[in-house]
Nanobody
Framework: QLVESGGGWVQAGGSLRLSCAASGSIFSIVDMGWYRQAPGKERELVATKNSGGGTNYADSVKGRFTVSRENAKNTVLLQMNSLEPEDTAVYYC??????????????WGQGTQVTVSS
């Protein structure tokens, strides 16, 4: 289970921080991060961080967003700075994790709304 928090409303240029905690049967987390979906658009990658420390960012958020993980807490954070109206979307937490030594799957949070006004 992935539980998100931290969405909300902010004016353009402001900041928000999203948090997502994984719980349940977790053997290891391979990759964890965030996707988003704006109205009328497909879900897209925002940022992820893998177990080796490698990160992957959408070009549109590079230099503004930072993804980090607190491995001991099975948590991923997304610090969003210099927010733009185009960042308005439902943000979904994502995790690829092993729930046993040999079995893995992709998991999604319920989504949290981020609204940036101009």
């Amino acid at each position: 289970q992935l539980v998100e928090s931290g969405g909300g409303w902010v004016q353009a240029g402001g900041s928000l921080r999203l948090s997502c905690a994984a719980s349940g049967s977790i053997f290891s987390i391979v990759d964890m991060g965030w996707y988003r979906q704006a109205p009328g658009k497909e879900r897209e990658l925002v940022a992820t961080k893998n177990s080796g420390g490698g990160t992957n960012y959408a070009d549109s958020v590079k230099g503004r967003f930072t993804v980090s993980r607190e491995n001991a807490k099975n948590t991923v954070l997304l610090q969003m700075n210099s927010l733009e109206p185009e960042d308005t979307a439902v943000y979904y937490c994502y995790a690829r994790l092993y729930y046993s030594r040999t079995n893995w799957d992709d998991f999604w949070g319920q989504g949290t709304q981020v609204t940036v006004s101009s």
